[in-house]
């Protein structure tokens, strides 16, 4: 049998299953007998072949060692010695296995010695080299199994994403053990689709689960064993310095030295290294960009510069992983139809698509020339040398530099030494504290290192915030590198100070700005100090949930056109978006700017995107970030695609565009724009909450600019508002996080986002799929937060459990849609309780549950998903919502239920009767420019001159209506008026209030509502004092 295997007879008349089956079938009865031989030193070829398959494949240099051993053994007595002694390269476990795992005690069922372990009847550990083929030979049978499997359709819904699901898969494989339920070996099977992406717990760890459950009757405990140790492993948190690991993935190199000398990589590795990796092999292009989407510990890439196919992978596994279609199926079929030569080049450009803080590395034999591909690749190495051991230093090279954090490095060795102060601050090494017999509580509640770390140095290793030149300087370096921005700025009393800073750098007295007044209000107050002139664009308002959506692109290009019109627009210097906003509305930045820029060349824009930080790190959510999309638009205008599209837009369109009337610009309204790349100037600017959704601790956030003209013009502006708001003691503990933060996401970002998609998911389609929940609160979804006209490509929610189906978000976020949700924004609707938002967040939530949200509307309480969330607090709010349904529900019937006129008009409150969110109105005309078709006004005098209370009055909301509405007179608001919830201004200083802003203040319930005194009333400028007085 195995001479004719050997002399590829076998292998003639079978095909490799069919091998491979007759191999698995064959071993078990022959091991006694080659044992028995072996340990005679009576080998012979059948005897050493079968040996080395039984021990899944040795490498070159371990066969020719046990070559030896048995060649020159005595014939009697000293062979099993020579034998043992030959065999102890084979000792280590898993040399493909990520370095942690390898002090974990062994199961006592696994030997560490594969020779003694066929011996013994037991599967060995995991092998030197996964077997690739048998590895695609599981991923076509993954379609049988997730066919006949509940569990994939349930956790399709449940998760979402093939990302999310392994854990599961794991979970129940132990569970189906422990219940002897025969589910377990189509689990299995699944799972042998997700392993091949990950070097644990490896091939062999596999194969050896597949014998347990193969022979299920007699060896469930082993199976069970095996199980349990991988579930913990997988689902326990890294524990303090304990080694950290990642993957490796390499693509092509089949052929077996390539692979054995991968292997001699991981071997090599120093046991007592801080950080170790394993490796992942695959070998087609497909497999590679697929291993990227399913395993985040993926931290390098090796491609081997050879043949790689671009065949597609048949597997149902594929539509459940995130814009699978869009990241491996439309690249891998641009390589298809393109040159052998250049499939290389498509897939690195691929990759970094998909992760471009992955390092590439390139194993060739030919000269790198392509310069897209040289920039994207780390380094390259020449195929014919003895290389492995410069690769493996560089990939741990660049994880260390990745990994490493420059000022919180500093700051660390700065509070080690021991530093005499006479200085500024008590406080700095806790002297203050020490010396007090009264403050030890402070001191012990926070720890020792803290103190150690509170200093106002700039030098010994630390740096200046203000004009940095070592170790802030290279934190903020990196950070950029991160965001992909030209420049970034770190600001450490939060992104209310980092607006300010962007608007005094690009605005001067009477500039205009348009301007969402839905905004953040540093926003107003920032103008006020620069003196711009704002232009006031409203967003779509959603009545039934009392909140604002964004602002629409047509009504963006309706006030530019107007500028134009008036002869203005080379006044209108920026315009300010939230992208995402606080309901999780977001834009489609590119078609933004695009458009925009056709109109006016060097308009400036900046992105409000302090709770979107986390959105640089997803292929996918990058794409509608401000940087992600500047450097996407500096791209495309550079192509001939571009160029000549643009070139067909003025040519059909050209007069229209120069034209000042007003009929011809509003044909343009709906037509895509397209700037002249020759002309078009980017500028853009990206303020970021750090410390909102990513690791940084209050009040840590980052400026981020793209600016073509930074260097040339703007810098110089710039610093001078840098330093007009820094202050010049900024708190060192807020940098050390936003520089520890930034070494975080370059490691761990995608993973940290796909997990906390993966969590609103789960929490979208478990909220929305209970009946006893359904009845009484629900998330909002898309259909409710964005009008159908606004999302042509895509459907109205994420999950429709009705019909059971998923619509992936991806689709809508791919799409020109202008507008799309952040699944990781929950709006929870609470309307159907008669329960207002604030009620339900404090009294319900807070005081029963013990569960924090920030923002609440009328009829809505938000909650959102971080990079922290896990699945302990996935279960924990299901868990407290069903509570609160099932107490509120007692209560309700308790107190007559639906009879009830009291709970019948607190629902019609909140879910009919809506008080109507008012539109920006105007300026008054004592603050507005003459000859303006826009609606800007001087905002900055009328704050001033609201100063002299001589020049202002009061009236009840009642009292100031009647004047409104029936003796026709004029109202002008002096301050700021901002209801909370909802959080935005409907009055400004300035502006006429009108009778739909006091029909609004009447029918508000809330109680908090910022520059109101409910006491005095309404407070107006007196009508004398705006009769005399004029901004121009």
């Not at 590679?288 to 196919?309: C, F, K, R, W, Y």
């Not at 390092?359 to 000269?367: A, F, G, K, Q």
């Not at 020109?816 to 159907?832: A, C, H, K, N, S």
């Amino acid at each position: 049998f195995f001479s004719s295997l050997l002399s590829n007879t076998m292998t003639a008349k079978h095909s490799p299953d069919e091998v491979e089956w007759l191999c698995d079938k064959k071993v078990p009865e022959l091991v006694n007998d080659i044992m028995y031989a072996m340990l005679e030193a009576k080998p012979n070829d059948i005897h050493l072949h079968l040996a080395k398959w039984a021990v899944h494949r040795l490498d070159t240099a371990q066969l020719n060692e046990l070559q030896r051993a048995m060649a020159f053994a005595p014939a009697q007595g000293a062979s099993s010695r020579q034998l043992q002694k030959s065999s102890q390269l084979m000792n280590g476990g898993d040399p493909f296995g990520r370095g942690s795992f390898a002090n974990l005690p062994p199961s006592k069922y696994t030997s560490k010695n594969p020779i003694r372990a066929i011996a013994q009847n037991v599967q060995p550990s995991p092998p030197k080299t996964p077997n690739r083929l048998m590895m695609r030979n599981r991923s076509q049978s993954f379609v049988d199994a997730t066919n006949k499997l509940p569990d994939f359709e349930q956790a399709t819904l449940d998760w979402y994403y093939a990302y999310a699901q392994r854990p599961m898969f794991w979970h129940n494989l132990e569970r189906y053990i422990r219940m002897q339920d025969p589910s377990a070996r189509d689990t299995l099977q699944v799972l042998e689709a997700f392993e091949m992406f990950h070097s644990y717990p490896g091939p062999g760890k596999m194969e050896e689960l597949q014998g347990y459950i193969d022979d299920f009757a007699r060896r469930r405990t082993e199976a069970l064993e095996l199980v349990s140790e991988v579930v913990d492993t997988l689902s326990r948190p890294p524990r303090l310095n304990e080694k950290r690991e990642f993957d490796v993935l390499v693509v092509g190199g089949d052929d077996l030295n390539s692979e054995i000398w991968f292997s001699e990589m991981v071997e090599t590795q120093d046991p007592n290294a801080e950080v170790s990796f394993g490796l992942v092999l695959v070998s087609t292009f497909a497999e590679a960009l697929t291993a990227l989407l399913m395993n985040g510990s993926i931290q390098a890439v090796i491609v081997v510069d050879e043949v790689i196919p671009t065949d597609k992978i048949d597997s149902h596994i594929c539509e459940h992983i995130c814009a699978y279609s869009y990241l491996v199926d439309r690249p891998r079929e641009r390589a298809r139809q393109g040159k052998p030569h250049e499939v290389v080049t498509h897939l690195i450009a691929a990759i970094k698509a998909i992760r471009t803080e992955i390092d590439v590395y390139l194993v060739s034999e030919r000269p790198l020339y392509d310069s897209d591909l040289s920039e994207n690749v780390r380094r390259v190495f020449f195929a014919r040398d003895d290389f492995y051991g410069e690769l493996s230093a560089a990939l741990l090279g660049q994880i260390e530099k990745r990994a490493h954090t420059p000022f919180f490095t500093a700051l660390q060795t700065y509070a080690a030494r021991p530093i005499g102060v006479f200085h500024a601050m008590a406080i700095s090494r806790g002297s203050s504290l020490l010396k007090s017999n009264w403050l030890n509580n402070f001191m012990n509640f926070y720890g020792m290192n803290i103190f150690r770390a509170e200093s106002s140095a700039t030098c010994g290793g630390l740096d200046s915030l203000l004009d940095p030149t070592g170790s802030i300087k290279n934190a903020q370096k990196r950070a950029a590198e991160a965001y992909g921005s030209q420049y970034t700025y770190f600001v450490t009393n939060g992104t209310s100070t980092a607006n300010k800073i962007v608007l005094q750098t690009l605005l001067a007295p009477n500039d205009i700005v348009l301007l969402d007044r839905d905004c953040h209000k540093s926003h107003h107050y920032g103008i006020i100090m620069t003196g711009a002139l704002p232009a006031y664009l409203d967003a779509y308002p959603l009545h039934e949930y009392a909140m604002y959506g964004a602002v629409s692109l047509r009504d963006i290009k309706k006030k530019l056109f107007e500028y134009k019109r008036c002869g203005k627009l080379h006044k209108v210097k920026l315009i300010v978006l939230t992208n995402c906003t606080f309901d999780g509305i977001v834009y489609n930045v590119q078609g933004v700017m695009e458009q925009c820029l056709a109109i006016k060349p060097d308009l400036c824009f900046l992105w409000d995107e302090a709770w979107y930080a986390y959105a640089s790190f997803h292929p996918i959510l990058k794409r509608r970030t401000g940087m992600g999309a500047a450097n996407r638009l500096l791209a495309n205008m550079q192509t001939d695609f571009f160029k000549d599209a643009s070139k067909e837009f003025w040519r059909s369109y050209g007069d229209l565009m120069e034209s000042n009337d007003a009929a011809a610009h509003e044909q343009l309204l709906d037509v895509r724009l397209y700037p002249k790349p020759k002309e078009a100037v980017l500028r853009v600017y990206v303020t970021q909450s750090t410390h909102k959704s990513l690791t940084a601790f209050r009040q840590g956030s980052m400026i981020h600019v793209f600016d073509q003209i930074f260097q040339g013009g703007t810098k110089t502006s710039f610093k001078e508002a840098y330093y007009t708001h820094t202050s010049t003691s900024p708190n060192y503990q807020i940098l050390a996080s936003l520089d520890v933060g930034r070494a975080q996401m370059q490691l761990e970002g995608f993973e940290f986002t796909m997990d906390m998609l993966g969590h609103a998911m789960y929490l979208r389609h478990h909220i929305g799929g209970a009946k006893h929940l359904q009845k009484w609160i629900r998330f909002l979804d898309v259909c409710d937060l964005i009008p159908a006209e606004f999302r042509k490509a895509h459907g109205k929610n994420y999950f429709n459990n009705d019909t059971k189906q998923v619509h992936r978000f991806e689709d809508a976020w791919l799409s020109e849609d202008e507008f799309v949700l952040d699944p990781t924004r929950l709006t929870l609707y609470t309307g159907q309780t008669g329960i207002n938002g604030n009620d339900f967040k404090v009294h319900w939530l807070m005081n029963k549950c013990d569960i924090q949200v920030n923002k609440t509307s009328r009829n809505s309480v938000l909650f959102q998903t971080n990079i922290g969330t896990t699945f302990s607090s996935t279960t924990f709010l299901i868990q407290s919502l069903s509570k609160c349904m099932y107490q509120f529900q007692k209560e309700h019937i308790a107190s007559g239920g639906h009879l009830s006129s009291v709970w019948r008009a607190a629902v019609d409150g909140l879910t009919k009767n809506h008080a109507l969110l008012p539109d920006f109105t105007e300026f008054h005309a004592s603050f507005r420019p003459k000859d303006t078709l826009g609606n800007e006004g001087s905002i900055r005098d009328a704050f001033y001159l609201a100063f002299d209370e001589s020049n202002c009055e009061f009236f009840s909301v009642a009292q100031a209506r009647k004047k409104v509405e029936v003796d026709g007179e004029v109202l002008t608001g002096t301050t700021f008026i901002i209801p909370y919830p909802p959080g935005f201004p409907i009055i400004m200083p300035g502006q006429i209030i009108s009778v739909d802003i006091l029909d609004y203040m009447q029918k508000l319930d809330v109680t908090e509502i910022h520059g109101y005194n409910p006491v005095q009333g309404l407070r107006v400028f007196k009508q004398e004092v705006l009769a005399n007085y004029k901004s121009f």
